[in-house]
């Protein structure tokens, strides 16, 4: 297939632009991104010199723009990963998430509409359910949307609008939504790159409030078989729940990480909570599991060891997004080191 692949320079999108290489060599795959502040053109380097796939500059909410790539590029399927999508952000500043969340969504599915696309992929996110209780059962993809940050409301008017095209237009939209990810390459502003990376460095760790906030947690490589799955089995006009099965407090991910590089607990220093800060999230994946052979593969363990690894081998990676070297480096190669790459404007 000729697959798109929208915001494939940021975390799990260029993730899972790599898993698509390695797994699926025989698609072409079109790597539109706008390389706002969490885009790295770097990301997708161990993959520089393939040739099955290219890089395009360009933002979703430029409907020209993506009109042109659908048509030049015959594009038949895609995945949206493009989204502003860090919670703190989203408190301080809420419209450039209404932005690309809800009007690039929208424009993507209108020239997909025309494209006559068939499957149309809207990775999503366990944040739109809201918030858990202790005793309450995990998400399921019955669960009713409810939103309680700037973010995770935007996110869920984009997973109403992708439906709405399905039962519309017929769109044939998937939606997937997953628990925390982690792994290598992800931006240092998440929780565990920032823990690791302040730990090596001998810094105070910030943990919100009391650090009891339940999270579930999932190896990004696991997410992207996941994807994978939705994107060539998944049925159309439905969600699928992604989760690990992990479910651990911010407090026991502090003290992993601190485990892990062999750092004291002292580090560790409890700041004020953000606002609306949400208590647990929790993901039941039955449904993943019995329709498209989802299985999380990677322990908690096993992965942040991994992740420990990336941060530790990759400092000039780390270093170039602290100082801001990689905004230089991205404006000065997406044009003439990663495949064919061109800039639609």
């Known amino acids: 297939m000729n697959l798109l692949v929208t915001g494939g320079c940021g975390f799990i999108g260029s993730h899972f632009v790599r898993w698509q290489r390695r797994n699926h060599p025989h698609d072409r795959l079109v790597v539109l991104d706008s390389l706002s502040y969490c885009g790295n053109l770097a990301n997708l380097l161990p993959i520089e010199h393939d040739t099955g796939w290219r890089f395009v500059r360009g933002d979703i909410t430029d409907a020209d723009a993506v009109s042109r790539v659908f048509l030049e590029e015959r594009i038949d399927a895609m995945c949206n990963f493009a989204a502003e999508t860090h919670v703190d952000r989203s408190i301080l500043s809420s419209l450039p998430f209404v932005k690309t969340n809800v009007v690039g969504t929208t424009v993507l599915l209108d020239v997909a509409k025309q494209a006559n696309?068939?499957?149309?992929?809207?990775?999503?996110?366990?944040?739109?359910?809201?918030?858990?209780?202790?005793?309450?059962?995990?998400?399921?993809?019955?669960?009713?949307?409810?939103?309680?940050?700037?973010?995770?409301?935007?996110?869920?008017?984009?997973?109403?609008?992708?439906?709405?095209?399905?039962?519309?237009?017929?769109?044939?939209?998937?939606?997937?939504?997953?628990?925390?990810?982690?792994?290598p390459y992800q931006f240092p502003e998440k929780l565990i790159p920032l823990l690791i990376l302040r730990a090596m460095a001998d810094q105070p760790l910030p943990i919100y409030g009391d650090g009891q906030q339940v999270r579930d947690w999932l190896y990004v490589e696991d997410h992207c078989a996941g994807i994978d799955a939705a994107l060539r089995r998944g049925q159309p006009g439905e969600a699928y729940n992604f989760g690990g099965r992990c479910e651990k407090r911010n407090l026991e991910i502090v003290e992993?990480?601190?485990?892990?590089?062999?750092?004291?607990?002292?580090?560790?220093?409890?700041?004020?909570?953000?606002?609306?800060?949400?208590?647990?999230?929790?993901?039941?994946?039955?449904?993943?599991?019995?329709?498209?052979?989802f299985r999380p593969c990677m322990s908690l363990v096993d992965g942040l060891v991994e992740t420990v690894r990336f941060y530790k081998n990759h400092t000039d990676w780390c270093k170039n997004i602290e100082t801001g070297a990689y905004r230089a480096y991205c404006e000065r190669n997406y044009g003439s080191r990663l495949g064919t790459s061109q800039e639609v404007a």
């Open 117 to 183: 696309v068939h499957r149309f992929v809207q990775v999503s996110t366990d944040e739109v359910y809201g918030t858990l209780a202790p005793t309450d059962p995990p998400f399921s993809e019955h669960t009713p949307l409810a939103p309680r940050s700037p973010y995770s409301a935007s996110k869920a008017a984009a997973d109403h609008l992708a439906l709405a095209y399905f039962h519309t237009h017929g769109l044939p939209v998937v939606i997937t939504r997953c628990s925390n990810n982690y792994g």
């Open 256 to 293: 992993l990480v601190l485990e892990l590089l062999e750092k004291p607990r002292s580090l560790i220093r409890f700041v004020q909570d953000r606002p609306g800060h949400d208590r647990r999230y929790a993901i039941d994946c039955d449904k993943a599991e019995n329709e498209l052979g």
